[in-house]
């Protein structure tokens, strides 16, 4: 699959595929004006290189230190797709990134893995 990036700026994340070790990096701060249209481009990739996954895994690592909730909105669709895909039959692991010193990053992070059944959310600590 083609590589994918976004970089950051002030409101919005950097996203970046490493083709390499089919990693996908979501971090920095998310409150974008319109989430839609920064996401737009970002979901239609992720489609593609979803249906062209196979056994291999696919890692998607979020660091966020910040986002809003429409940018919440995006992520429970990213992480609902990803579950989908995962009771699918692939293979999807997430890294939810978090600093010890932000629990509201944590706490976020516990309530996104709540909600999901199949899919692998692991809560890792930084710092």
């Known amino acids: 699959m083609a590589a994918f990036a976004i970089d950051s700026t002030k409101s ?34 992720l489609n593609k290189h979803l249906d062209g996954l196979h056994d291999e895994c696919f890692t998607v690592s979020i660091e966020l ?18 579950e989908t895909n995962v009771e699918g039959g692939k293979n999807i692991v997430v890294n939810w990134i978090y600093d010890k010193e932000n629990e509201s990053s ?16 692991n809560l890792v600590k930084k710092g």
């Open 12 to 45: 919005t994340p950097r996203i970046f595929f490493d083709e390499g070790k089919n990693v996908l990096e979501i971090t920095g701060e998310s409150y974008p004006e319109n989430t839609s249209e920064f996401y737009d481009p970002f979901f239609k990739w």
């Open 65 to 82: 230190i910040y986002f809003n909730s429409s940018s919440s909105k995006i992520l429970m669709n990213l992480f609902d797709r990803l």
């Open 106 to 121: 944590l706490e976020y992070g516990e309530e996104f893995k709540e909600d999901m059944t199949s899919l692998k959310f």
